[in-house]
């Protein structure tokens, strides 16, 4: 997907719209060089070549810029020297109207898990664009998305929602998916609980593997946000530390199964010490400086326009971190229009 901006003033669907027809209408002038069958090929293709610690394996374009975790790297270097071994997990997101298709993988490297979400661009069959987010989950380097025990939930086999495709008549257009998918960054940036996101009643949230909505509550421990359904917990206002939600990027959207594939950066100033939320009960931050997640996040949206599954690939990154890409639709981010961030 190509670069451009939606500022926070014109975020309509009716500009929204606009914005998509314009985009998508000079790409569907041309020939579709890669279909959803040809993606996923070329997604293997890329798969087996890392694994094989050899680029010229791959149909890499030449001068095709690597990233990992937000630092430009070589090829191959990072996760292209040390994976060992993929599992049969895959949650992809096919986009042939933009050439582009994001996936989750889990993998071992070095004998650790290492959860793995990666955007390829793809320019007439060949890779024009890499990008990678390796959630290491380790006991020695970054952790999971929380302070919670990680427990890999994934499995081996993709859930339902992501791979089933909705009827023709049931599928909501490409600015109405994003627009729904930046609501879920709306609701979390300061949240206090007056900006909750339409999720469904079924919504599982997945963070690095580990479910962080719904989860059942450990005997005689407290209550946490990873007990509740998604929509009860932004709507008590878990989320205020999470300051500034920002470079929002659609980088992805299959209409066929309701995903969007999303980038963004959650940076926490660390003024927000604690806080009341919206049933009385006080909430404490534990974290004492300012620190940024950096993520990639799969959303899926059912026919009635609502979060039913999210699945996020996040590590912890210094703070103020930006992607070292400006590729994708950029979404606004009310505080960092505040605050003047510059995004890119």
């Not at 929204?16 to 002038?29: D, E, I, Q």
């Not at 069958?37 to 374009?61: F, R």
């Not at 049969?88 to 793995?116: C, H, M, T």
Request: hydrophobic residues 35%; positive net charge; contains cysteine.
């Amino acid at each position: 997907m190509r670069k451009g901006r939606i500022s926070a003033g014109s975020v309509a669907p009716l500009v929204l719209g606009m914005a998509f027809v314009c985009r998508a209408g000079m790409l569907l002038a041309g020939p579709q060089a890669c279909d959803r069958a040809c993606l996923e090929k070329v997604a293997e293709t890329y798969l087996t070549a890392m694994l094989a610690h050899d680029p010229s394996k791959a149909p890499i374009a030449h001068g095709t810029r690597y990233t990992e975790n937000a630092v430009e790297l070589p090829l191959p270097d990072g996760l292209w020297r040390t994976v060992g071994s993929i599992g049969s997990y895959r949650l992809f997101v096919d986009d042939p109207k933009e050439g582009e298709i994001g996936f989750f993988i889990k993998a071992q490297e070095n004998g650790a898990p290492v959860l793995v979400a990666t955007r390829l661009r793809v320019v007439r069959g060949q890779i024009t664009e890499i990008e990678s987010y390796a959630a290491r989950l380790g006991a020695t380097i970054t952790g999971g998305a929380s302070s919670m025990p990680r427990v890999d939930e994934l499995g081996e086999v993709t859930r339902a929602q992501f791979t089933t495709r909705l009827p023709a008549d049931k599928r909501l257009s490409r600015e109405r998916l994003a627009a729904i998918a930046n609501s879920y960054y709306t609701g979390l940036e300061n949240n206090t609980g007056d900006k909750v996101p339409p999720f469904a009643d079924d919504c599982m949230r997945l963070e690095n593997g580990t479910r962080t909505s719904g989860r059942a509550a450990t005997p005689g421990a407290a209550v946490t946000s990873a007990n509740l359904p998604c929509r009860v917990a932004f709507g008590l206002g878990y989320y205020r530390e999470d300051t500034r939600l920002r470079n929002r990027r659609v980088l992805a959207i299959d209409e066929e199964r309701g995903l969007v594939y999303m980038g963004c950066f959650f940076d926490h100033d660390a003024t927000v010490r604690g806080y009341r939320l919206k049933d009385g009960r006080p909430n404490t931050v534990k974290n004492t400086g300012p620190w940024t997640w950096g993520t990639q996040e799969v959303f899926q949206i059912n026919a009635e326009g609502q979060i039913s599954q999210v699945e996020a690939v996040l590590l912890s990154m210094p703070y103020g971190m930006r992607p070292g890409w400006s590729t994708g639709l950029h979404m606004p981010s009310p505080q960092a229009d505040k605050d003047g961030f510059k995004e890119y």
